[in-house]
């Protein structure tokens, strides 16, 4: 099955900075490629996501570029604030329809960005 | 905006004993989902639910478990006889032809 690797485990930047978390999949029927957010307490929430057929997406200031042929996906975060300190999740999936949601996820990205 | 809205937030049980979980997904969703996390690891994918089956499961899913959504707006998951390592964090999700939405997760700790 899909195998989703996440890179690193923490990160700590200072506020201005920017942020670059890192994935891996195994998996080259993958097409869809999101990116969650998750806050203490709370369940993951959707921030960005990307399909097979784009290699970049942009949203203010998070992007994800998507490299199929080397099988990896980066999210970007720039000036980076404090309530950008959470938990990030990367996942895969392929399909469509309903099983285009069974999600394998990435260990998780703690990222602190201190003021 | 709509949200999957779960309960309890926090469950404790006895080793042995059926706990179900409940969530309400987001109303015009037809894809379901349970999700667990335990603690520091992963969220990992257990079970997917359309048309009032059972699309696809994980190998965690194991006969110990069951899904339902009883009345339209429910969707349920029960641990018929609960064990130490069932200790998590357990996400209902919902999704249709958009992003999947995740609720707050209940936490269930066995003892």
């Known amino acids: 099955g899909e195998n989703v690797e996440q890179h690193p485990s923490t990160l700590s930047v200072q506020e201005g900075d920017s942020a670059v978390i890192k994935c891996t999949y195994s998996?080259?029927?993958?097409?869809?490629f999101p990116w969650y957010k998750q806050e203490l307490g709370k369940g993951p929430q959707l921030i960005i996501d990307i399909r097979s057929n784009v290699g970049e997406k942009k949203d203010q200031r998070i992007a994800v570029t998507l490299n199929k042929t080397a099988k990896h996906f980066s999210l970007h975060i720039t000036e980076t604030q404090p309530e950008d300190s959470a938990v990030y999740f990367c996942a895969a999936s392929k399909g469509s329809g309903g099983s285009n949601y069974k999600l394998t996820f990435g260990k998780g990205t703690l990222l602190t960005v201190n003021p | 905006e709509p949200e999957v809205t779960q309960t309890p937030s926090h469950q404790v049980t006895q080793m042995g004993q059926e706990v179900i979980l409940r969530c309400v997904p987001i109303s015009n969703h037809l894809y379901f989902y349970w999700y667990r996390q335990i603690l520091g690891q992963k969220v990992e994918f257990l079970v997917s639910f359309y048309n009032n089956e059972i699309s696809e499961k994980s190998e965690i899913f194991d006969d110990q478990f069951s899904v339902e959504r009883p009345d339209g707006s429910n969707f349920t998951l029960k641990i018929r006889s609960t064990k130490l390592e069932d200790s998590a964090m357990y996400f209902c999700a919902s999704g249709e032809r958009s992003p999947l939405h995740f609720g707050n997760g209940t936490r269930l700790t066995v003892t």
């Open positions: 998996d080259s029927a993958s097409n869809y």
